[in-house]
T-cell receptor, first 113, second 111 residues
Framework: EAAVTQSPRNKVAVTGGKVTLSCNQT?????MYWYRQDTGHGLRLIHY???????EKGDIPDGYKASRPSQENFSLILELATPSQTSVYFC????????????FGPGTRLTVL | GDSVTQTEGQVALSEEDFLTIHCNYS??????LFWYVQYPGEGPQFLFR?????EKGSSRGFEATYDKGTTSFHLRKASVQESDSAVYYC??????????FGTGTRLQVLP
């Protein structure tokens, strides 16, 4: 069974609307991450978390909020979606030490019209 | 800040060709280096890592050697197959919580 799952897998939103992307992991990892993937930019870190109740800004946090209500769940929130946020979003989990790999979910394709 | 540079955006090869994808890094500390692979419609998945100078990481026939002198971690495979077609990401981690990814290299292997 997949250890990192994301929902929805596809989402179409309108400009100015609120969007919530959800992520669940069964790896019991402390750390979770949200990335966006765009051609020419690769994977860019938006927000991350050390554990339940914590959220930290990544490299491109503007326009995004995050919530980590439990060890298993990590959400990405777009309060006022804009067309520039059209992208593929990936959630990942990891142990948190320097040498540990990250485990990625299957991604969510978001289109903001 | 810390960064990873992959010079090839796309690589096209025939089956059994030799593969090299170049990766150079810039980091303030002593990073761990990674390669990830992403198949169509999936999330990236860990391929292998190296954490110290001259260490070789390898998996599934792919390998790379950590070179602190040239700040490089080039991915190589002696004989590629069509099933290796994917996007390959080089990445580094300097502290415990953040990984910096390169822009990715799309590999297309023609039968």
């Amino acid at each position: 069974e997949a250890a990192v799952t994301q929902s929805p897998r596809n989402k179409v939103a309108v400009t100015g609307g609120k969007v919530t992307l959800s992520c669940n992991q069964t790896n019991n990892h402390n750390n979770m991450y949200w990335y966006r993937q765009d051609t020419g930019h690769g994977l860019r870190l938006i927000h991350y978390s050390y554990g339940a109740g914590s959220t930290e800004k990544g490299d491109i946090p503007d326009g995004y909020k995050a919530s980590r209500p439990s060890q298993e769940n990590f959400s990405l929130i777009l309060e006022l979606a804009t067309p520039s946020q059209t992208s593929v979003y990936f959630c990942a989990s990891g142990r948190g030490d320097n040498y540990a790999e990250q485990f990625f979910g299957p991604g969510t394709r978001l289109t903001v019209l | 800040g810390d960064s990873v540079t992959q010079t090839e955006g796309q690589v096209a090869l025939s089956e059994e060709d030799f593969l090299t994808i170049h990766c150079n890094y810039s980091a303030s500390g002593y990073p761990a280096l990674f390669w990830y692979v992403q198949y169509p419609g999936e999330g990236p998945q860990f391929l292998f890592r190296a954490s110290r100078d001259k260490e070789k990481g390898s998996s599934r026939g792919f390998e790379a050697t950590y070179d602190k002198g040239t700040t490089s971690f080039h991915l190589r495979k002696a004989s590629v197959q069509e099933s290796d077609s994917a996007v390959y990401y080089c990445a580094l981690a300097v502290n415990t919580n953040k990984v910096v990814f390169g822009t990715g290299t799309r590999l297309q292997v023609l039968p």
